[in-house]
């Protein structure tokens, strides 16, 4: 299994930053990509950000230029550093990797129980 713990929600004031940091642990796992999540009250799950392997990273429209998702070489640790943020961004962000098991092809889904954020304007 592959198990994801995220830190660094809180409040903090529109136009403000905020950084959330996520471990992993991955006993006979490969993690393929790590990234983050969010899910405003009454909305949908969305992406927010990704980052693979290779380094190359995926935004939501939403975020790009304010926020940046990056992984820690060599080791199962991803971040999300928000700047600018707006009241729009409150949500439970919820870290999120897909790993394979050793000598397996099929990547499966993981996610961490989510961390609160509330942006108040």
């Known amino acids: 299994q592959v198990q994801l713990v995220e830190s660094g929600g809180g409040l903090v004031q529109a136009g403000g930053f905020l950084r959330l940091s996520c471990t992993a642990s991955?006993?006979?796992?490969?993690?393929?990509?790590m990234g983050w999540y969010r899910q405003a009250p009454g909305k949908q799950r969305e992406l927010v950000g990704l980052?693979?392997?290779?380094?190359?990273?995926n935004y939501e429209d939403s975020v790009v230029g304010r926020f940046a998702v990056s992984r820690d070489p060599g080791k199962d640790i991803v971040y999300l550093q928000m700047s600018s943020l707006k009241s729009e961004d409150t949500a439970v962000y919820f870290c999120?990797?897909?790993?394979?098991?050793?000598?397996?092809?099929?990547?499966?889904?993981?996610w961490g129980q989510g961390t609160q954020v509330i942006v108040s304007s």
């Open positions: 999120y990797a897909t790993a394979r098991r050793l000598g397996r092809t099929n990547d499966l889904h993981f």
């Open positions: 991955r006993r006979g796992f490969i993690i393929d990509a």
């Open positions: 980052v693979n392997n290779d380094g190359r990273t």
